[in-house]
């Protein structure tokens, strides 16, 4: 079921790449594998996939433990500033920055452990309540401010759309948010740079595509449905 899952999903990213003309190597499928065993990513891996996203950083680190060591893992999820420790030196890039706070913790970990941190900022397009992520206002100056930091790098924005019956009510959310980026990659800040969009889920990644994503995040259309009754094996 996994191979034909991911051969769909892979299928269709080509084909929103073809129709927007763009490449498919400029597109990056994570496969998001939160409340899934580690045999079902083992899986995934040996279907030639090295790009996992997990969105609490206990689970991360188990699975990093466990699974060969050239996976990149991605922390997509929020971020608590007292868990950056176990984060750091194991997580590939870090989508959900979405304050000074955070970023001050961050920068004082990797310090400590002289590394450099790939972050992205993470944006609420469309102003949702429940949703982490700062607004598209805030961008600018969090990036100036997190910009002076020595040992974290910004990449570029994250989003997490709303979740809509049909996906082309996002395409205003995705086309804003790379128009977000183009602004600030304009400034040109030292230590900035803006080449990396992670937006789309299973529900939306093909418009997401369609409207310049280079990362997309897709969970349920490679392992299935959540169940997160059983998620403490
Ligand atoms: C769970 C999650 C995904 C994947 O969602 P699906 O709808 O299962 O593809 C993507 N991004 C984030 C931040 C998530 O938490």
Same mark, same amino acid.
């Given at each position: 079921m996994l191979e034909k899952n991911l051969k769909s999903i892979q299928d269709k990213v080509k084909d929103a790449c073809k129709r927007s003309g763009r490449h498919p190597e400029d597109v990056t499928l994570i496969a998001v594998s939160k409340t899934k065993p580690v045999s079902m990513l083992q899986e995934i891996y040996d279907l030639g996939i090295r790009q996992f996203g997990e969105n609490k950083v206990q689970e991360?680190? *188990?699975k990093y433990e466990k699974l060969p060591k050239d996976i990149s893992w991605h922390m997509i999820g929020h971020l608590q500033r007292n868990k950056v420790k176990y984060l750091i030196g194991k997580t590939t890039l870090i989508h959900s920055v979405d304050s000074l706070r955070l970023a001050e913790a961050i920068e004082a970990e990797?310090?400590?452990? $002289?590394?450099? /941190? *790939?972050v992205l900022i993470e944006v609420n397009v469309a102003g949702e309540e429940s949703?982490?992520? !700062?607004s598209p206002e805030e961008v600018l100056p969090l990036v100036e401010q997190i910009a002076r930091f020595r040992h974290i790098k910004i990449k570029g924005l994250m989003t997490i759309a709303p979740f809509v019956e049909n996906?082309?009510? &996002? #395409? +205003?959310h995705f086309a804003n948010l790379r128009k977000l980026s183009v602004d600030i990659a304009a400034k040109n800040i030292d230590n900035v740079s803006m080449r990396i969009l992670s937006m789309g889920m299973t529900n939306d990644y093909e418009v997401a595509i369609e409207e310049g994503a280079t990362m997309v995040r /897709? @969970?349920? @259309? !490679?392992?299935?449905? #959540? &169940?997160? $009754? +059983?998620?403490n094996e």
């Open positions: 991360l680190t *188990d990797a310090a400590k452990k $002289n590394c450099l /941190v *790939d949703k982490f992520g !700062i996906p082309e009510e &996002n #395409r +205003i /897709v @969970g349920t @259309g !490679i392992f299935g449905e #959540r &169940n997160y $009754n +059983i998620t």
